[in-house]
């Protein structure tokens, strides 16, 4: 299973982006998904994640700037970034956790990453 994500780019401080993600086939009982960034330098970082049942999480750093969706029938997952900072700056990447079969264990799935970079 491979997740593909999409969205990234180049953007101004204080603009906005929509980063997309989805799952090459389908993945069952997926729970959470989520984003992940990584900076350079540092390590890799919870963004925001979803469960099933609809409870977000956020990092503080982008609470009330960034908001996360999905569709966890659909295997697809969203973030939304506004009021964008150069500290924003990052490869981001979607992450589920899932089954590859009916029955078969738990994974979590990564995508490939985006690039995502805040600047004037």
């Known amino acids: 299973v491979q997740l593909d994500e999409s969205g990234g780019g180049l953007v101004q401080p204080g603009g906005s982006l929509r980063l997309s993600c989805a799952a090459s086939?389908?993945?069952?009982?997926?729970?959470?998904m989520g984003w992940y960034r990584q900076a350079p330098g540092k390590q890799r970082e919870l963004v925001a994640t979803i469960t099933s049942g609809g409870t977000t999480n956020y990092a503080d750093s982008v609470k009330g700037r960034f908001t996360i969706s999905g569709d966890n029938a659909k295997n697809t997952v969203y973030l939304h970034m506004d009021s964008l900072k150069p500290e924003d700056t990052a490869v981001y990447y979607c992450q589920m956790r899932g089954r590859s079969t009916i029955f078969g264990s738990f994974n979590n799935y990564w995508g490939q990453g985006t690039q995502v970079t805040v600047s004037s």
């Open positions: 086939r389908i993945i069952f009982s997926v729970d959470p």
